[in-house]
């Protein structure tokens, strides 16, 4: 109960401290976004009025006053550049993002555990080399360059697979909820899902390679370093099969160095969904923050990045848990 | 028949042999001690047996029959079926030999033999039987809560639970608290007499030998190097690497004797005349 | 720079016994030649671009609009060259030589890559040995600093503050480094901690050095094969950083040869000339692949430990 205490207690003060250098440094920014919503030539007094309704006419310690004061009634402002509510932007937005970063980890993952077990099951010399270089090649090549190497091989090789957005919208279909691939499947539209399909799986595989490849090295280490411990060697004396020892003894050991380091990565996931809906023209939180940027939309710059402070922080708090819940020898310490 | 005969075995680590041409026969319900200092292939000559050896040591000559069946002609699968049901290993170190993520009972439940009816019965059953107490806890929990000699126990239990045949202790004791060591050694000897399985007992202290066991093989190198019923190795060891053995070992009637290492020199001599004539 | 952060600090592999050391060894050999191989090109076409380049990255030229490398350039009256191998990489939508641009492009990368790792280690390393050595509040006003750092998206977070300094080079120096120091920090602090606890440590001071001089004598170069790795990989990463801030049109005014801007005008014309995009990309791949191998192999030749 007291650890849960300490922990929402610093959840809120990482994101005080976040939220606080946020304003500083868009307060800095040069140019500014009221300019930006006028029409050419309109008069001072107009302006004067824009500026007042939000609240730009304050000081800075004043305006992060009255901010912090609408954020505890989950008000983050209106936005400059769309003139909607920041938090009805996001929440219209967010399940975008979430949805594609959801596929790119079930990739990631997917990958990794099966060339890792496949790596160490095998215990082939030429497997295990080929997986290694694999893995090195996938983890030294950053997200946004394999975006653009996917792009190319499209362009060039496959020009039916679409680059660009998250459906057609000349056959766009009927969503109840932003989760289109989730609805999708829920509701058994698996023609539409396909379709969507289509349009995910290059940006979540290159936003997968480099953590998928971060966890294999891991995964397969810890999972070689297991294979060696005595409790295999008596588990081959009940009888076991080598693949029946991998993942019956082997795989719950190595899982618990895998997670630590697999919330880490995850963070720098999600940090490039910025650039790679971007580049896939991806209706989530990241190109938005982008265009909010160009725009010096402040309001829905601050939201944006309190989101993904919140995210980021949030994913430490799981793998933690995670990390108690695998390990029976902290489990009971408790 | 013997329950098991290892003929002229050898092994090799990529060229160079861990093993020369071992010779081993243990009859069912006997103790067959093997001892030699650390290095001399005992644990290789169990891990042969069983058919655990590791990856880059191999079998390059030789055979190894388990109640006449000829083990290294077998098919993985057979193998594998065989080495579980007639086979068990009680190993050297306790604290490593339990899987940290996976609790008692579910390690000592996958060893009972085929068709048992309740699993979770039996498990408590075979903990209470190497007098673990408060049998229903522990069979719940983590190998970490456990203390070295409990662990050891476990795994005991483990060993013949699954009604093996053949057990193999590989220095079952040399992990442990001196003050436990007796009384591990004692329930193996005990549960050993109530099964009546042959054990094959890996050690390097003779004092250990003459007190459980009924035959014993010296070691040395990787060759076997004498090979006589207990009681005639302790009272007129033929060869004289086996005296030298002796002679190092504190005797229980003559405590606070001996214990002084034999050179490496003098054995390698030794063996070498044994090798002449 | 989001999954940049994954470079490897995989340990090199030693000796030789089992077929699989055997091979990794030969593997780091040969990722060693290739690594050297790449730098020392991006090197010379860095250092001897207005030699080695055919034309002036920079001029326009409307009759050349699109034109597409050497070998698939099948209609030269078109274009009205004679020789399609002046151009050997073809021509940008505002015909100007690919070749030239993507080599004028290298000296940028180099500019921005080695300012930025010099930048961020100094920072970084300070920062991390004080937090290190003196632990107690300044650890705790270094680490949670760093803490914060950790939270915000790194891209994000660049672009922001590139759009407040402006797009000059220097700002986007500054920032990449502003945000980077924080990898040399970590690492260094981890480090000088562990070093901390040895005996030698103790010994050093009670034979009178001082904290600073203990500090460059002691700690320092056991954390030198580590530092040299993340330097070498760091340079990689602020190489791609001025691409994405060139992509989102926030780098060094646009129209520069460098391959940001390469590679955004190409994602733009990507189906009427892909080798506009396609080259500055494999150009940056090849790079990256190379420091990233140097760097590896030279904290394995560096590091006593590892080489045993
Ligand atoms: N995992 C292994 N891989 C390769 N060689 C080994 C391994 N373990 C032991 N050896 C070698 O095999 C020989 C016999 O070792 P071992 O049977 O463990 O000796 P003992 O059990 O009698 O102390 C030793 O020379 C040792 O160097
Ligand atoms: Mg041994």
Redesign the pocket.
Same mark, same amino acid.
């Given at each position: 109960m007291a650890r849960l205490l300490v922990t929402i207690g610093s959840i809120f003060l990482t994101l005080l401290g976040v939220s606080v250098v946020i304003f500083v440094i868009l307060r800095l920014v040069p140019g500014d976004p009221i300019s930006m919503m006028l029409p050419p030539g309109a008069t001072d007094e107009v302006r004067a009025n824009l500026e007042r309704l939000y609240g730009l006419d304050k000081s800075i310690p004043a305006q992060y006053v009255i901010w912090l004061r609408n954020v505890a009634w989950l008000d983050f402002g209106m936005s400059t550049q769309f003139r909607l509510p920041v938090m009805e932007i996001i929440l219209d937005r967010l399940p975008a993002t979430l949805e594609l970063v959801l596929l790119a980890s079930l990739i990631a993952l997917v990958l990794a555990f099966a060339f890792s077990i496949l790596a160490v099951w095998l215990q082939v010399d030429s497997a295990t080399l080929a997986i290694d270089g694999l893995a090195g090649l996938a983890q030294a090549i950053p997200d946004f360059l394999w975006a653009l190497i996917f792009i190319l091989a499209v362009t060039l090789f496959a020009p039916m697979m679409p680059i660009s957005g998250r459906f057609d919208p000349r056959t766009a279909q009927d969503f109840a909820t932003n989760f289109y691939l989730l609805e999708s499947l829920v509701t058994f539209r698996f023609d539409a899902f396909a379709e969507l399909m289509r349009y995910a799986v290059l940006p979540a595989l290159a936003l997968s390679l480099p953590l998928a490849a971060g966890i294999t090295r891991v995964l397969k280490g810890a999972l070689e370093e297991a294979m060696a411990q005595d409790y295999v060697m008596l588990a081959q004396t009940k009888g076991k099969s080598r693949l029946a020892i991998v993942l019956g003894e082997a795989l719950r050991n190595a899982m618990i160095p895998t997670i630590a380091l697999t919330s880490v990565q995850l963070t720098f996931l999600i940090g490039g969904t910025v650039l790679i809906e971007r580049q896939f023209s991806w209706p989530g939180i990241g190109s938005t923050a982008i265009s909010a940027v160009i725009n010096r939309d402040l309001p829905l710059i601050q939201g944006i990045v309190l989101v993904f402070a919140l995210i980021f922080i949030l994913i430490n708090l799981a793998s933690n848990e995670l990390y108690r819940a695998a390990d029976p020898r902290l489990r009971t310490e408790r | 028949m013997s329950l098991l005969q290892v003929d002229s075995l050898s092994l090799g680590?990529r060229g160079t042999p &861990?093993l020369r041409s071992v010779n081993l026969t243990i009859e069912a319900s006997e103790i067959a001690g093997v001892v /030699?200092?650390?290095?001399?292939?005992?644990?290789?000559?169990g891990k042969a047996i069983l058919g655990v050896l590791?990856r880059? &040591?191999t079998v390059t000559g030789g055979a190894i029959r388990l109640g006449g069946t000829d083990l290294l002609a077998l098919r993985p699968r057979a193998r594998r079926a065989l080495l579980k049901r007639d086979m068990a290993l009680i190993p050297q170190d306790p604290l490593s030999a339990l899987n940290p993520c996976r609790t008692i009972s579910a390690q000592l439940a996958e060893v009972l033999p085929r068709g048992t009816v309740d699993a979770k019965l039996e498990v408590i059953r075979w903990l209470d039987a190497v007098r673990i107490p408060s049998a229903t806890k522990v069979a719940k929990s983590f190998p970490h809560v456990l203390s070295g000699g409990m662990r050891q126990r476990a795994l005991i239990a483990a060993a013949f639970a699954s009604r093996p045949k053949l057990v193999i202790a590989?220095e079952p004791t040399t992990a442990l608290d001196v003050t436990v060591q007796k009384d591990i050694l004692n329930l193996i000897r005990e549960m050993q007499r109530e099964t009546g399985v042959g054990l094959m007992f &890996?050690t390097h202290d003779l004092c250990v030998v003459a007190k459980i066991c009924h035959s014993v093989t010296v070691?040395h190198g /990787?060759r076997v190097i004498e090979q006589a019923a207990c009681t005639d190795l302790i009272n007129r060891p033929g060869h004289a690497y086996s005296q030298a053995l002796l002679a190092a070992t504190p005797r229980p009637d003559q405590a606070g004797q001996g214990l002084e290492p034999v050179p490496t020199a003098l054995i390698e001599r030794m063996i070498a005349g044994a090798g002449d004539g | 720079m989001s999954s940049v952060e994954s470079f490897s600090l995989e340990k090199g592999r030693g000796g030789g016994g089992t077929g699989l050391e055997r091979s990794a060894e030969k593997i780091s050999l040969l990722r060693m030649v290739f690594g050297c191989a790449a730098i020392g090109t991006l090197l010379i076409a860095a250092l001897f671009a207005p030699w080695i380049a055919p034309h002036d990255p920079t001029l326009d030229d409307l009759f050349l609009i699109n034109m597409p490398p050497a070998w698939l350039n099948d209609d030269l009256a078109y274009f009205g060259i004679e020789n399609a191998w002046a151009y050997p990489l073809g021509t940008d939508s505002l015909g100007r030589d690919v070749t030239s641009r993507l080599i004028y492009g290298a000296r940028l990368a180099v500019i921005v890559g080695v300012s930025v790792a010099c930048l961020a280690a100094l920072a970084g390393v300070i920062l991390g040995a004080l937090a290190g050595f003196y632990g107690g509040w300044v650890d705790n006003v270094i680490s949670r600093i760093v803490d914060v750092w950790l939270s915000f998206p790194p891209v994000l977070l660049s672009i922001i503050l590139v759009a407040m300094l402006g797009t000059t080079l220097t700002s986007v120096i500054i920032v990449v480094a502003v945000i980077d120091w924080t990898r040399f920090a970590r690492v260094v602090r981890a480090d000088v901690l562990q070093q901390r606890s040895r005996d030698y440590i103790d010994a050093a001071r009670i034979t009178g050095g001082s904290d600073l001089s203990i500090l460059i004598r002691e700690v320092l170069p056991n954390v030198l094969p580590l530092l040299v790795t993340l330097f070498f990989f760091e340079i990689g990463i602020a190489i791609t950083v001025e691409t994405i801030l060139s992509f989102v049109s926030l780098s060094v005014s646009s129209g520069a040869a460098t391959w940001g801007d390469m590679i955004a005008e190409g994602r733009r014309v990507i189906n009427e000339a892909w080798w506009v995009m396609a080259f500055p990309v494999g150009a940056l791949v090849i790079t990256i692949l190379g420091l990233n191998a140097t760097g590896d192999a030279l904290r394995f030749y560096l590091d006593p430990v590892l080489r045993k």
């Amino acid at each position: 109960m007291a650890r849960l205490l300490v922990t929402i207690g610093s959840i809120f003060l990482t994101l005080l401290g976040v939220s606080v250098v946020i304003f500083v440094i868009l307060r800095l920014v040069p140019g500014d976004p009221i300019s930006m919503m006028l029409p050419p030539g309109a008069t001072d007094e107009v302006r004067a009025n824009l500026e007042r309704l939000y609240g730009l006419d304050k000081s800075i310690p004043a305006q992060y006053v009255i901010w912090l004061r609408n954020v505890a009634w989950l008000d983050f402002g209106m936005s400059t550049q769309f003139r909607l509510p920041v938090m009805e932007i996001i929440l219209d937005r967010l399940p975008a993002t979430l949805e594609l970063v959801l596929l790119a980890s079930l990739i990631a993952l997917v990958l990794a555990f099966a060339f890792s077990i496949l790596a160490v099951w095998l215990q082939v010399d030429s497997a295990t080399l080929a997986i290694d270089g694999l893995a090195g090649l996938a983890q030294a090549i950053p997200d946004f360059l394999w975006a653009l190497i996917f792009i190319l091989a499209v362009t060039l090789f496959a020009p039916m697979m679409p680059i660009s957005g998250r459906f057609d919208p000349r056959t766009a279909q009927d969503f109840a909820t932003n989760f289109y691939l989730l609805e999708s499947l829920v509701t058994f539209r698996f023609d539409a899902f396909a379709e969507l399909m289509r349009y995910a799986v290059l940006p979540a595989l290159a936003l997968s390679l480099p953590l998928a490849a971060g966890i294999t090295r891991v995964l397969k280490g810890a999972l070689e370093e297991a294979m060696a411990q005595d409790y295999v060697m008596l588990a081959q004396t009940k009888g076991k099969s080598r693949l029946a020892i991998v993942l019956g003894e082997a795989l719950r050991n190595a899982m618990i160095p895998t997670i630590a380091l697999t919330s880490v990565q995850l963070t720098f996931l999600i940090g490039g969904t910025v650039l790679i809906e971007r580049q896939f023209s991806w209706p989530g939180i990241g190109s938005t923050a982008i265009s909010a940027v160009i725009n010096r939309d402040l309001p829905l710059i601050q939201g944006i990045v309190l989101v993904f402070a919140l995210i980021f922080i949030l994913i430490n708090l799981a793998s933690n848990e995670l990390y108690r819940a695998a390990d029976p020898r902290l489990r009971t310490e408790r | 028949m013997s329950l098991l005969q290892v003929d002229s075995l050898s092994l090799g680590l990529r060229g160079t042999p &861990v093993l020369r041409s071992v010779n081993l026969t243990i009859e069912a319900s006997e103790i067959a001690g093997v001892v /030699g200092e650390s290095g001399a292939g005992k644990s290789m000559l169990g891990k042969a047996i069983l058919g655990v050896l590791p990856r880059d &040591v191999t079998v390059t000559g030789g055979a190894i029959r388990l109640g006449g069946t000829d083990l290294l002609a077998l098919r993985p699968r057979a193998r594998r079926a065989l080495l579980k049901r007639d086979m068990a290993l009680i190993p050297q170190d306790p604290l490593s030999a339990l899987n940290p993520c996976r609790t008692i009972s579910a390690q000592l439940a996958e060893v009972l033999p085929r068709g048992t009816v309740d699993a979770k019965l039996e498990v408590i059953r075979w903990l209470d039987a190497v007098r673990i107490p408060s049998a229903t806890k522990v069979a719940k929990s983590f190998p970490h809560v456990l203390s070295g000699g409990m662990r050891q126990r476990a795994l005991i239990a483990a060993a013949f639970a699954s009604r093996p045949k053949l057990v193999i202790a590989d220095e079952p004791t040399t992990a442990l608290d001196v003050t436990v060591q007796k009384d591990i050694l004692n329930l193996i000897r005990e549960m050993q007499r109530e099964t009546g399985v042959g054990l094959m007992f &890996v050690t390097h202290d003779l004092c250990v030998v003459a007190k459980i066991c009924h035959s014993v093989t010296v070691m040395h190198g /990787g060759r076997v190097i004498e090979q006589a019923a207990c009681t005639d190795l302790i009272n007129r060891p033929g060869h004289a690497y086996s005296q030298a053995l002796l002679a190092a070992t504190p005797r229980p009637d003559q405590a606070g004797q001996g214990l002084e290492p034999v050179p490496t020199a003098l054995i390698e001599r030794m063996i070498a005349g044994a090798g002449d004539g | 720079m989001s999954s940049v952060e994954s470079f490897s600090l995989e340990k090199g592999r030693g000796g030789g016994g089992t077929g699989l050391e055997r091979s990794a060894e030969k593997i780091s050999l040969l990722r060693m030649v290739f690594g050297c191989a790449a730098i020392g090109t991006l090197l010379i076409a860095a250092l001897f671009a207005p030699w080695i380049a055919p034309h002036d990255p920079t001029l326009d030229d409307l009759f050349l609009i699109n034109m597409p490398p050497a070998w698939l350039n099948d209609d030269l009256a078109y274009f009205g060259i004679e020789n399609a191998w002046a151009y050997p990489l073809g021509t940008d939508s505002l015909g100007r030589d690919v070749t030239s641009r993507l080599i004028y492009g290298a000296r940028l990368a180099v500019i921005v890559g080695v300012s930025v790792a010099c930048l961020a280690a100094l920072a970084g390393v300070i920062l991390g040995a004080l937090a290190g050595f003196y632990g107690g509040w300044v650890d705790n006003v270094i680490s949670r600093i760093v803490d914060v750092w950790l939270s915000f998206p790194p891209v994000l977070l660049s672009i922001i503050l590139v759009a407040m300094l402006g797009t000059t080079l220097t700002s986007v120096i500054i920032v990449v480094a502003v945000i980077d120091w924080t990898r040399f920090a970590r690492v260094v602090r981890a480090d000088v901690l562990q070093q901390r606890s040895r005996d030698y440590i103790d010994a050093a001071r009670i034979t009178g050095g001082s904290d600073l001089s203990i500090l460059i004598r002691e700690v320092l170069p056991n954390v030198l094969p580590l530092l040299v790795t993340l330097f070498f990989f760091e340079i990689g990463i602020a190489i791609t950083v001025e691409t994405i801030l060139s992509f989102v049109s926030l780098s060094v005014s646009s129209g520069a040869a460098t391959w940001g801007d390469m590679i955004a005008e190409g994602r733009r014309v990507i189906n009427e000339a892909w080798w506009v995009m396609a080259f500055p990309v494999g150009a940056l791949v090849i790079t990256i692949l190379g420091l990233n191998a140097t760097g590896d192999a030279l904290r394995f030749y560096l590091d006593p430990v590892l080489r045993k």
